[in-house]
């Protein structure tokens, strides 16, 4: 696509709910990263992949989160047994191999939980 | 482990008037890229600039410059002729250049809110 594309925009969840948060990358973008961005805090690196594997999951907090991405494209991340302080923007960004020039950033998913 | 320091949580300027907003950051390395994005309301991270460490000139695009200081460790935006659309978050961002592979993530800052006033 034209540019990265995450789904849904907004979510809001019952605290103890599984969401799953969509990121479709840039046609031919190799790598893909996740990142979180908490109220008042700058960007938190989660996961990143390179085609279908990922080689530094060392950023996801806790075992509730997860991630995969298929067919080197679309990526999903998933948290389980939500929590209130899971709330946050999550971005998702992808690049060519060589990330020199910097990422290419969706608009994010607000997760909301209550 | 690299650390990006934004010191000014928020900043103003009016209307064609010009702005600077510091980072700082701490590495050992000496081949990395440092970036500029700028968050609008809309969430969308947007690169406004980027410096690679082993070039001495500051990198110029348009309005926005960067004060490049390697021994300092210091990555300064300026901001020049400040529009109301230039209100956004801005984010210093850090990027090792070991082994030039994507997989080295963007280390960022927490960011400076800039207001635009007319």
């Known amino acids: 696509g034209a540019g990265v594309s995450q789904s849904p925009s907004n979510k809001v969840t019952e605290k103890g709910k599984d969401v799953e948060l969509r990121c479709d990358p840039i046609s031919g973008h190799t790598a893909l990263y996740w990142y979180r961005q908490s109220l008042g805090q700058g960007l938190e690196f989660l996961i990143y992949f390179q085609g279908n594997s990922a080689p530094d999951k060392s950023g996801l907090p806790s075992d509730r989160f997860s991630a995969e991405r298929t067919g080197g494209s679309v990526s999903t991340l998933t948290i389980q047994r939500t929590q209130q302080e899971d709330s946050a923007v999550y971005l998702c960004?992808?690049?060519?191999?060589?990330?020199?020039?910097?990422?290419?950033f969706g608009s994010g998913t607000r997760l909301t939980v209550v | 482990a690299q650390t990006v320091t934004q010191s000014q949580p928020e900043m103003s300027v009016q209307e064609a008037e010009t702005v600077t907003l510091s980072c700082t950051y701490d590495?050992?390395?000496?081949?990395?890229?440092l970036f500029w994005y700028k968050q609008p309301p809309s969430r969308q991270m947007i690169l406004v600039i980027r410096?690679?460490?082993?070039?001495?000139q500051n990198a110029t695009e348009n309005r926005f410059s960067v004060n490049f200081q390697k021994a300092a460790k210091s990555f300064s935006l300026k901001i020049s002729d400040s529009q109301l659309g230039d209100a956004a978050m801005y984010f210093c961002a850090y990027r090792s250049g070991i082994g030039n592979q994507a997989g080295t993530a963007l280390i960022f800052g927490k960011g400076t809110t800039l207001s635009v006033s007319s």
């Open positions: 960004a992808s690049s060519i191999r060589q990330a020199n020039y910097g990422y290419t």
């Open positions: 410096q690679e460490a082993y070039k001495q």
């Open positions: 590495t050992s390395e000496s081949d990395y890229y």
